[in-house]
């Protein structure tokens, strides 16, 4: 579904501030017959497509952004965008990257735990190891992360978590 934007701001200290996109209320109703959880793929200008969320404030509906988004197709809050909005059917909610499917699949016991976290929970530890450009380290942290699941009986703990990180590379270091 297709609607002329504009870009807003939720002021600081409100909860989920940021740049984001307010979705028509008709475009939102017809979007949640065929969402699974509120996940959709957002096209702004044709140009870039990320996995985002449906999500309240108040009496609206709106898709968060990051400056990131903003800056790559080069918008600024206060600007008209073309957006295109349509169920995401991904297994997560959004992509994960090759590296991390690898370590899950040659880490059954790993996987498993990842596979009972909540989805939301899951979508998270993605986005930790999306970030990354290197190969090596979404490798290096897809492999902590399982890790850190066996050693917690699946639960994640993200202060351990980071922990666990920097512990890895310092015994990685020779």
């Known amino acids: 579904m297709k609607f002329q934007g504009k870009i807003d701001s939720f002021a600081e200290n409100n909860l989920g501030h940021g740049p984001y996109i307010e979705i028509p209320e008709d ?6 017959k065929t969402t699974i959880d509120k996940r959709v793929k957002c096209t702004l200008n044709n140009t870039i497509t990320v ?22 197709i080069k918008i ?20 994960i990257s090759e590296e991390m499917e690898e370590v899950l699949f040659s880490d059954p016991d790993g996987s498993n735990l990842f596979h009972k976290l909540t989805p939301g929970v899951q ?27 066996k050693k917690n009986k699946g639960k ?18 020779f």
Request: glycine share 4%; hydrophobic share 40%; proline share 3%.
């Open 27 to 32: 475009v939102y109703k017809e979007l949640l």
């Open 51 to 72: 996995s985002r969320a449906m999500a309240p404030k108040g009496n609206f509906h709106y898709i968060l952004l990051n400056k990131e988004v903003l800056k790559e």
């Open 76 to 95: 600024n809050v206060g600007d008209a965008v073309l957006v295109e909005l349509q169920p995401d059917e991904s297994k997560y909610g959004m992509p």
């Open 123 to 149: 979508r998270t530890l993605i986005h930790v190891i999306n970030k990354f450009k290197s190969s090596n380290l979404k490798i290096e942290r897809s492999f902590v992360i399982l890790e850190h699941l």
């Open 156 to 173: 994640i703990d993200f202060k351990l978590l980071q922990e666990d990180f920097k512990n890895y590379r310092n015994n990685m270091k």
